[in-house]
């Protein structure tokens, strides 16, 4: 999931790319990540591409019920439906097939499409605030669905209302930021998940593909010892996740190259670059990760991964991350 907006340098798990970090500092950021990429060496014949928010970690569910959607319902006045409004968001943000995605793409999606039709909503007659000039820059702003982004759209509002609702927006999502940084702390890696990455380590090269801000992804990794398995860590500064995914694989034959995540986001990423897929699926992580660690580990280094097996894991996937909220079917 995308955490928080801010963020600044790469990060190397290894000693000697520290030495090309001085070199490349003093360019901008953007530039500065996706070099870092086009540098990585790699060390082993596999490589591994793991999400880190609701994939290494379990933060998806605390960053969203404490933070996100408490601050939703208070900038957006939903009160009266504070209920739906709570369903809405765990299933864009959780459990259904945008879970993971960038927090605009699902503010809009809640506030467009699922909240207005929500049972509960209808019955009260609650009207759900349509902020029309953000959706619109939402639909219009894929690449740059960002608080700079935003920024830059208060400065060329067209009038005042689009104004107001930019303006709105901004001191949500920072409201949002604040609350992660208070809230999201001393959250361990899921069981298995760090007995995975100790097996990794010396056969295959662990690169951290997540669209989470680079300063928050280092915190975390740092903060719970595991930040020596990884070989890069690659936040939302380095590109988009098939980019990142596209720039490391390229080193290593498709069938060595494994994609770990818990989201759609994570599944397109490894089609996209026609490399491995395993879910972590949400709802039953600790069993994905026990599975991985028992079973698909073994299966990958020793090429018999792709297949029956592969299409079984991606299929619980699928089952846990519908496209229409349950709701609908009531
Ligand atoms: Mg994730």
Redesign the pocket.
Known sequence: ?EGEVGGSNGVWGGGESLLILGAVRARDSSSLGKEVVEHFVPRHGFLVCV?????VFDT?GIKQRECFIPWTIAHFGLQPVAQAARECKEFADLFSNT??ANRHVTLKRVLAELLPTHPSVKSRAFQVPQLRYYFAWVEASVGDLSHEGLKKAIAQAPNEQARREFEQVLAWSERVNWAVREIVKGVPPFPYARHSLERLAGVADVVVV?QTPMEALQREWDEQGIRTYAALICGQEMGTKSQVVALTARHYSPERVLVI???WG?LEAAKENHVLFYPIVPGREEQSWKELYEQGLSRFLSGTYAGAYEAEQIALLQRALPDRPPWEAR
């Open positions: 999931m999400d880190s928010d609701g994939c998806m879970r993971g997540s995540g818990d989201a994570d």
